[in-house]
């Protein structure tokens, strides 16, 4: 996602395991640190990180946590003896069941953090897990979590919910959305789009200019350990925490979690020399992620992988940051170009595989940049500035954001074309990126919608933080603002929705009959108390591939 560029950035440019559908008890969303007992010394280990569980299947789950053995073993400081940590996974709260166990090792060459991937459990069953980790100055036991298999991959489910969200970034506020999907008892699994953690150093892009709670390491982040510090600071966000522990996590990444655009040779935010190799930035952020994401890497160490549920729904899980080309210079053509890529040959011949194998009702895509085109045509000079501040536009006025897959339009008419001409049905795209809410058709042809008809729906969420146009603009917002929707929607009529200044989140709602985003907006990002309020919903009814506004949201 592309954010306003700082000053140093302009001078250098210039010279060069999923949670069952009843109510959990408090305890599970108790912070980490409330979990240590009174009056533990300060060598003891502790659990200052939470928690999570993620990427469940129909007999398995992913549990994660991280040991702080010392208080010298800080994230990314390399301190700290190998420490035993035993799991359990219980079939109720008070482990009086426990249906699995084991022990795995934490050590400072993985941070101090520990995943255990277990296997050969029931589909489509609630469990408890916790962790105990053991020194010689003492033990400790974790807060406990809950989490739930996938149902078996022929079973008949009659709803699916997800909790959704994206963009939180440290320095812009508290993460109160995650503490409103923690207190919803009927969600299934949070899924997050993308940009977990941010990049930059303290003030370089924070809330309206102003610094909410500064991020450690105070400068941009490099190398492993910056990456290692920074994922921990998130990690001790306890709304987060309780997240974490109360659903499993299916998390994909975006540019954030290495630097602002990234592609695969390189950044926007990263300056070749000043700021090292970007093959070594790259290959530190991926490992600091997967050490510290209860996700499992996947096919060559990336995010894109499928998850099941059933035969309602698949889940395919993308990574448009690994393979994907340069961002192409606007007005050069190159947009079009069969020699750029935005997923790379294996990637895109996967997810068109996958695709057309497909036997469930619903093809949902968990896609980190916007897929659906949006053309953005004369808007006043005060809009378009902050909208190209936002969307990585150049601020003379463009048509389209080539960090989106309007930049990679050889790819994103393969696989439209693949979706049409295979009478593949129930695609819903799930983005975010872009600090703003969407909801809208995906067009076989803009020019000619709705003639052409649509293949496919998106639904974008907004932030949990990050600044969107009145946040740039620095006015309140659903103001100035609702000039720039109502022009994007008269240029884009298959886009039926945009919402370019809440924060918040989304539930995503799925039946055999329809899909629907319930969209929230958060009533004050800087507050750790925000309340939380429905404003819109939209749904796709089977067959249709069309959108439309629903009145309410699912109850």
């Not at 953090?113 to 962790?131: E, I, M």
């Not at 889940?315 to 935005?342: E, K, N, P, Y």
Request: with cysteine; net charge negative.
């Amino acid at each position: 996602m592309t954010s306003a560029r700082p000053c140093r950035r302009q001078v250098l440019k210039a010279g060069a395991l999923a949670a069952g559908a009843s109510a959990l008890p408090l305890a599970l969303s108790t912070p980490a640190e409330a979990a240590q007992p009174a009056g533990t010394p300060e060598a003891t280990p502790r659990f200052l990180h939470g928690i999570a569980s993620g990427d469940p299947l129909p007999d398995g789950v992913l549990l994660w946590t991280r040991v702080t053995p010392r208080p010298e073993a800080v994230p990314g400081s390399g301190l700290g003896p190998d420490t035993e940590v035993r799991w359990e996974l219980g079939a109720d709260q008070a482990f009086t069941r426990i249906v699995a166990s084991g022990t795995v090792t934490a050590t400072a060459a993985a941070d101090h953090t520990v995943k255990a991937d277990v296997r050969g459990l029931t589909p489509d069953t609630p469990y408890w897990y916790r962790f105990t980790a053991t020194t010689s100055t003492g033990t400790t036991v974790s807060p406990t979590g809950r989490t739930r298999t996938t149902p078996a991959t022929d079973a008949a489910l009659a709803r699916l919910r997800f909790g959704v969200a994206s963009c939180a970034n440290w320095e812009a506020g508290y993460f109160s959305a995650y503490r409103h999907l923690a207190a919803r008892g009927d969600l299934d699994a949070f899924l997050f789009l993308g940009d977990y953690i941010y990049e930059y150093k303290t003030g370089e892009f924070c809330a309206r200019g102003t610094v909410v709670r500064p991020h450690a390491p105070t400068h941009e982040i490099l190398t492993l350990a910056d990456y290692r510090t920074r994922h921990g600071q998130y990690k001790t966000d306890e709304d987060l925490q309780a997240l974490h522990a109360k659903l499993p996590t299916i998390a994909i990444w975006d540019d954030h979690e290495f630097a602002n655009d990234a592609w695969s040779g390189g950044a926007e935010n990263h300056t070749p020399g000043a700021e090292g190799d970007w093959t070594d930035r790259m290959a530190a952020a991926k490992q600091a992620y997967f050490e510290w994401m209860p996700v499992r890497p996947s096919i060559a160490g990336t995010t894109y992988r499928r998850l099941r549920y059933g035969r309602l729904a698949d889940l395919h899980l993308m990574d448009q940051r690994s393979f994907r080309s340069q961002q192409a210079r606007t007005g050069s053509g190159a947009v079009d170009s069969a020699d750029r890529t935005i997923t790379g040959r294996a990637q895109l011949d996967w997810l068109k595989a996958g695709l057309s194998a497909s036997d469930t009702t619903w093809r949902l895509i968990g896609n980190e940049v916007m897929i659906s085109p949006v053309a953005f045509l004369s808007l006043p000079d005060y809009l378009l500035r902050p909208l190209a501040k936002l969307l990585g536009l150049p601020g003379e006025g463009v048509a389209v954001n080539p960090d989106q897959w309007d930049g990679y339009t050889h790819d994103r008419r393969e696989l439209l074309g693949h979706l049409k001409a295979n009478g593949i049905t129930n695609t819903v795209f799930l983005t975010g990126d872009i600090h703003s809410a969407w909801a809208g058709d995906v067009p076989n042809e803009a020019a000619t919608y709705p003639l052409s008809g649509s293949v496919a729906t998106e639904f974008v969420v907004t932030s949990v933080t990050s600044d969107n146009v009145d946040d740039l603009l620095k006015v309140a917002p659903q103001t100035v603002s609702l000039a720039a929707a109502t022009a994007i929607r008269t240029a884009n009529p298959h886009v039926k929705w945009v919402d370019l200044d809440s924060h918040g989140y989304g539930v995503l709602d799925i039946t055999p009959e329809q899909t629907q985003m319930d969209y929230y907006v958060l009533s004050d990002r800087t507050r750790k108390d925000a309340t939380s309020s429905w404003t819109r919903s939209y749904r796709t009814r089977t067959g249709t591939q069309r959108i439309e506004r629903a009145d309410a949201p699912v109850t």
